[in-house]
Each structure stands twice: as structure tokens, then as C-alpha cells.
């Protein structure tokens, strides 16, 4: 597993809107200002609405979205850029290789009547080996075939679970010695986004359950289940999925590597599955067979077993089928991507209208073919004077943490070197690799979408399975250029941060540097504080998942991290439910650092041009949206130097009495 972790800044005080309209092409970007602010509003009272109401009431959320705020509009933006240079790339006949790849794949995609035409006959191959299983003992080669079809899941959400068809396989750096890459196996089973939808009790997850069997017999039904049949059968998947749900891994415990770290050989993977044969799998995957394999989550697949045991084959036919076209269903036609958009858009995250279509086409392309979409991208909107702008702000970051390691009365000697050397190791990945990825094997074909989307999916898995044991390479890349995220992945000691957001307002060529340390230097400083919370600091220079810290300052550090865990903590009442601090307190450990590191280095930074951050300036701090508000609060309410800045005085809400501070 690669541990990624991810900034969620959502919402920054700066404008953003999105029209497109065809004389304007591209949506506009606006630039971060301090005018932005209601000034009406006492900022020492509450800092998220001094900051963000004025943005929220002007951007209220677009009817095809699920949630609003400026990291959400940038991304817009950038699959609008994206868009520009496919169709580019699908018109023109003076084409290099990558161009035709990516032209043609949108050209594709594009092509609804086409899609409509064709309905579940593209799918129609990997459905009828799911019919011909007569035996549970073929379960294993049908399911190396499923996941030779589907999209391999986006490695980067896997906090939560892997959201494949019953397993799934990846390549992970090995906890004990990360520079060698094994094979991992993990839990896979449900089709909801997590445990609690089919375990929780209460009314909501009772409806949404009702709901998710209506659409589940609706989807069977449109593979020419008769409809009885197909309602019975969508009560089987909710108790199948059910008990897959019971037997995994839940998100707080999977936050601790610990749990995750089950090396075992063949011989002990077959023995927790007597009824499933790996080796059948692993050779239908065409996956060397490897001395270990890291099992994430061993009581699922215990679960798993049980569950073979105790349905009969006509249920895994019917599980199967299911999962597998429910894998697909976007990627299939109207009726199919219609189903999928009502249950998992419309029901579970209240988004009221599907995207527009080339926008959806966008998307998968930078899914499917992620880096050679990015490659005109970068060369349009990313520039070389760009990254290295950017890179003068991580050193400078990097700086600012040396500096407050040294600082630190709690910590000794010994741990303070080792933490200085971590940092010497680190690895910073600036906006799109070195080498792009060769799809040449890739065979895209202009008038056949979802064999184009299933021949990139099994390259994809190939790549993946491919990089099994060799050497961990730590110069690849989890995410797409144009992706609005970044992250750090203690294993290989990596910062990383695509193009797409060293855009405005997080990055932005045009303003000083006070702005852009503001915005996109306090997510440099959360990612690089990521390495040293309560996660990351379980891992050492190499990427090792080894106790470096003497037991006196990992006791002291666990302290401060309390204090975190309690802040955070608090009733939520627009949202009837209580934040649990222990699941986020690597989120708000990097939040609270990367603001401290990225003020720290701005200051420093003014201080060589012989300036003091009381040159008048106001702003730049990094400020949320929505539910939000306790990020912006909490973190401002730690910070004596935003007191400072605001004049707030002891007792008003924003300066808090006992603040915490961990780096
Ligand atoms: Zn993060």
C-alpha cells in the first residue's frame, strides 16, 4: 500500500468562476484578494466566515457538483484546459503517436450514439465466461479476467478500501524494506464507498440501502435479467456484500500501518482461502509468483472464504455480473451511466445533474490515459520558470522545518538528527515526471470506447503487476498532471505536486510571494509536515516503517498529538455528527504545521529582501469552506502570530488558551 495522504484545502478567500459559454472557451480564473473578506465581520469572532461567507454566497454549487469551493473550480478549469487540447488532438491529421492515442480515445468517447448503439454488447465476452462457471472452483481464473476489464482502482484512496470486485492486487513498497516493491492483496467487496453503509442502523442508512437494492436490480435488469429474478438477486449482493463488509478492515484501524503489514507466503495466503486457488489467480493475472505477499487486511479474506463456502455458484454468477458491470456502467450506455449517476451521485452525494459529456470524456481520458493527456497540458499551462518558483518555496519550506526541528525543546539529539536526515531524503516532485509513461502497446481505436477504456485498463494492471519485484521507483507518479491535489508517500519519502494545482489561486506566478505562501505554500508545509505526524513519523529516511524516535520523544510527541486529537474532537451540528479526532489527526497535524512552516518561511524569505511580514499585507492564509470551518479555525486559533496580525485579544474565540502545537 502506498500510503498517500492528501490536502483537502477546500475554499480559499479567492474568486473563481465558471461559466462556459463557447465565445469563452475556458473558465475564468480569478486571482486571490484580501477584498474578498467581509469587513463587516469581526475576524477574532470566527475567521472561516470573516474570510469565506462573502466567496460561498457569490459561488453558491453548481447543480452538477457535489461540493464547491475554489479546489473544486480550479479543477473544472483544468479539465476545461485538458478538453481544449483533446479536441485539438481528435480533429487534426498531422498527429504524433500520443496524439492520435488521445484524439482518438475522445473521439470515442464522444461518440454517444455509437456508445447507445452498442449497450452491454462491448461486455458481452467477460459476462459470458461469468455465465459458463459451473464450478466455485473457477472463481479464481473468471476473476484474473474481471480484472483484466475493469478500471484498475486509483491506488491514492486506499485509506479507505480498494473499490474493485471482491480483491484486490497492487504493487506496494515493502513496510520493512521499502526500496524492494511486492505484491499486495486486499479487501475489495463492497460497492458502497465503506463499511458503515451496510452496517449502520439508523433510518438514513436504512433508506439508502433500499435505494441501492432498487438500483442494483435495475442494473441486472438492464443485462436482461428478467425482473423478478433480477429483485431477488439484488437482495443476494446487499447480504453478500453485507458479510464482506462485516469481515473488513475499518478506516481508523487501517490509519495505522501496523495493522497492515501481514507478510505471508503463498503457502500462508492459500491456507487463510482453502477454497479460493491464488495460484490459479495469480496465473490468470500473469503475475510472477513472488516468495511474499502483503496481506492488508487477513481477517477479510478469512470473511471472504466463509462466504464462498456457505453460496452456492449461482450467487457468485450473479455477484460477479453484478460487480463487473457496475465497474463499467459509466463507461456504458445512457440507460446504464443514468442508473450508476442516480445511485452513487444523486443518492449518496446529493449532486443533482450528471456533467456535460465532453466534460465526463475529459475525465476518463485523464483516468485512462493520464500521462499522455498531461503532456500538452504541461507544455501549455505549466512553464518551466513555474516549477522553479515552486521549488525555491519547498527548499525554503524544507528550510523553515529544519529550523524548527532545531528548535524544538522536546525533542533530543538523537531524534533531531534523524529527523534532519529524513528530510535530507526527501525526494520533491514538482508538477509531471521525468519520463512520461509509453502507451504504445495501447491499441485505441476511434469507433470502439469501452474496448479502448478496457484495453488501457488491463495495460494499466500489467504496469502494475510488472513493477513486482524490482526495485521501488521512487520517481513515479499516483496522480495526473492536471489533478487539483498533492501528496506524501512516507514509503518512498515523496513530495508530490501536479501541475494542476500550481494554478491560481494556489499558485500563482503573478503575485508576491506573501500570496503564494499563503495558498500554496501552506499545502507545500502540510505535505511535508505529512511526513512527520502521527503516520509518517512511523517511517524512516528510507521509507521503512521503523521506530526511530528514542522512547522519551515519542512519548512526547504523542502528547502533543492528544492535544490535537482532542481539538479536533467537536460536535458538528450542521452535519448532526462528531468529528473523531484520532481519524483525522494526520490531516490537522499538517494543517496546523503547514501553515506554521510556510509563515515561517515567508518570513524568512521577506527578511533577505529586507522586509518584515508587518509591511502592510493582509491575508494569504489558507482558509476552508463549508463543514470546513474548524480547519481554518482551529489552526488560526493555534497561532499566536494570526492574534498578532488580527489584534485579537485573549478570550475571543479565535486565540485559544491552551493552542496546540506539534511541529
Ligand atoms: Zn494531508
Not at 47 to 56: D, G, I, L, Q, V
Not at 253 to 282: E, G, I, V
Not at 378 to 399: D, G, H, T, W
Not at 429 to 444: C, F, M, Q, S
Request: glycine fraction near 6%; include cysteine.
Amino acid at each position: 500500500m502506498r500510503f498517500l495522504t492528501f490536502i483537502l484545502v477546500v475554499g480559499m478567500s479567492a474568486g473563481l468562476s465558471a461559466q462556459n459559454t463557447a465565445e469563452q472557451p475556458l473558465p475564468k480564473l480569478e486571482r486571490f484578494s484580501v477584498d474578498l473578506g467581509d469587513k463587516s465581520l469581526d475576524p477574532c469572532a470566527d475567521f472561516f466566515r470573516y474570510s469565506c461567507s462573502k466567496w460561498n454566497k457569490a459561488n453558491p454549487i453548481p447543480a452538477d457538483q457535489p461540493a464547491w469551493g475554489t479546489f473544486n473550480a480550479l479543477g473544472i478549469w483544468n479539465i476545461a484546459a485538458v478538453h481544449e487540447t483533446l479536441e485539438q488532438a481528435a480533429g487534426s491529421s498531422q498527429r504524433t503517436p500520443v496524439e492520435q492515442k488521445v484524439g482518438d480515445y475522445y473521439a470515442s468517447c464522444i461518440d454517444e450514439a455509437a456508445i447507445n448503439k452498442a449497450g452491454i454488447k462491448p461486455l458481452q465476452p467477460v459476462l459470458d465466461r461469468i455465465n459458463r462457471i459451473k464450478n466455485k472452483s473457477e472463481l479464481p481464473q473468471v476473476l484474473a479476467a474481471i480484472h483484466q476489464t475493469i478500471r484498475p482502482a486509483n491506488l491514492n484512496f486506499l485509506e479507505a478500501q480498494y473499490p474493485g470486485v471482491l480483491a484486490g492486487i497492487y504493487p506496494a513498497p515493502d513496510f520493512d524494506d521499502a526500496g524492494k516493491t511486492i505484491a499486495a492483496l486486499d479487501q475489495a467487496g463492497m460497492s458502497m464507498p465503506g463499511r458503515e453503509f451496510y452496517l449502520k442502523d439508523d433510518a438514513k442508512s436504512k433508506e439508502i440501502r433500499e435505494k441501492y437494492v432498487k438500483y442494483v436490480a435495475q442494473l441486472l435488469a438492464l443485462t436482461g435479467t428478467p425482473q423478478a429474478q433480477a429483485s431477488s438477486d439484488a437482495q443476494t449482493i446487499l447480504r453478500m456484500e453485507t458479510e464482506l463488509a462485516k469481515a473488513s478492515m475499518d478506516i481508523v484501524l487501517r490509519r495505522d500501518p501496523k495493522n497492515l503489514n501481514n507478510k505471508m507466503s503463498l503457502q500462508q495466503l492459500q491456507a487463510l482461502t482453502p477454497s479460493f486457488n491464488w495460484n490459479r489467480y495469480l496465473s490468470g493475472m500473469g503475475a510472477a509468483v513472488s516468495p511474499q505477499y502483503l496481506i492488508m487486511a487477513p481477517d477479510y479474506f478469512r470473511g471472504m472464504e466463509k462466504l464462498i463456502k456457505s453460496e452456492p455458484v449461482e450467487h457468485w454468477r450473479t455477484f460477479l455480473k453484478y460487480s463487473t458491470v457496475r465497474s463499467m456502467a459509466s463507461s456504458l450506455s445512457q440507460p446504464f451511466v443514468e442508473a450508476n449517476f442516480d445511485f452513487f451521485a444523486r443518492t449518496l452525494s446529493g449532486t443533482q445533474e450528471i456533467q456535460p459529456r465532453w466534460r465526463r470524456c475529459s475525465i476518463y481520458a485523464d483516468i485512462d490515459l493520464g500521462e499522455a493527456v498531461g503532456q500538452a497540458y504541461v507544455k501549455k499551462y505549466f512553464p518551466p520558470e513555474n516549477k522553479a518558483r515552486m521549488l525555491e518555496m519547498v527548499k525554503a519550506i524544507e528550510s523553515a522545518l529544519d529550523e524548527d526541528i532545531d528548535a524544538q525543546s522536546w525533542m533530543s539529539p538523537t531524534t533531531k538528527k534523524l529527523a534532519h536526515e529524513k528530510l535530507r531524503a526527501q525526494v520533491d516532485k514538482i508538477g509531471y515526471p521525468d519520463n512520461w509513461r509509453d502507451y504504445t502497446p495501447v491499441e485505441i481505436k476511434r469507433d470502439d470506447f469501452v474496448g479502448n477504456v478496457e484495453r488501457a485498463s488491463a495495460f494499466e494492471m500489467g504496469r502494475r503487476l510488472s513493477l513486482v519485484g524490482k526495485p521501488t521507483d521512487r520517481h513515479l507518479w499516483g496522480m495526473t498532471p492536471p489533478t487539483v491535489n498533492a501528496y506524501e508517500d512516507p514509503q518512498t519519502n515523496t513530495i508530490n505536486f501536479p501541475a494542476g494545482i500550481l494554478q491560481p489561486p494556489f499558485f500563482d506566478a503573478a503575485q508576491i510571494d506573501a500570496v503564494n505562501y499563503g495558498g500554496i505554500g501552506a499545502v507545500i508545509g502540510h505535505e511535508i509536515t505529512h511526513g512527520y505526524d502521527d503516520q509518517g513519523r512511523k517511517f524512516d529516511a528510507d521509507g521503512n516503517l521503523r521506530d526511530w524516535w528514542t522512547k522519551d520523544d515519542a512519548a512526547s510527541y504523542d502528547k502533543r498529538d492528544q492535544c490535537i486529537v482532542d481539538e479536533y474532537t467537536q460536535e458538528v451540528p450542521e452535519a448532526g455528527v462528531k468529528q473523531n479526532g484520532k481519524l483525522s489527526a494526520g490531516e490537522d497535524t499538517a494543517d496546523n504545521g503547514g501553515i506554521h512552516l510556510a509563515l515561517a518561511a515567508l518570513t524568512n524569505t521577506l527578511k533577505a529582501q529586507g522586509k518584515t511580514l508587518d509591511s502592510p499585507a493582509e491575508g494569504g492564509l489558507t482558509q476552508g469552506h463549508s463543514l470546513d470551518r474548524y480547519r481554518v479555525n482551529n489552526v488560526i486559533a493555534n497561532m499566536p502570530e494570526f492574534a498578532h496580525a488580527f489584534g485579537c485579544r485573549t478570550g475571543q474565540p479565535m486565540v485559544r488558551e491552551n493552542a496546540c502545537r506539534v511541529w
